[in-house]
């Protein structure tokens, strides 16, 4: 037997006794319409909350892109400034070399006048 809703045959409402509950159904048709209404606002809900996640998604990659030149032109000045710091002990080199000799002339001058 299929389960159905027990209706009352009442004098008072013969029409409903005949067509079926009348009020059950505006409350069915009712809480439908509530329904698809919340439906509707969690679809758009959806949609948006894609569109937000597409977005943070673009966002995300473009840091990402961003992070990666940044790893890049980071070794570049990094290879530079070892570059820079050799050319620099080479020229340190050089000038404590030139300053020693320098020495060593006065040093020579020194004992000549003496």
Not at 83 to 93: K, L, P, V
């Amino acid at each position: 037997m299929a389960p159905g809703i027990a209706i009352e045959a009442s004098p008072r409402h013969p029409k409903r006794a005949m067509n079926g509950d009348l009020g059950v159904e505006e409350i069915l048709r009712r809480r439908n319409e509530e329904l698809e209404k919340e439906l509707k606002g969690s679809l758009e809900r959806e949609e948006k909350m894609k569109a937000e996640l597409k977005k943070t998604k673009e966002r995300m990659r473009m840091a990402e892109d961003a992070e990666e030149r940044l790893c890049s032109q980071l070794g570049d000045l990094e290879a530079e400034a070892v570059d820079q710091a050799r050319s620099y002990q080479t020229q340190i080199r050089s000038l404590k070399e030139e300053l020693s000799r320098a020495q060593k002339l006065l040093q020579n001058a020194k004992s000549l006048k003496f």
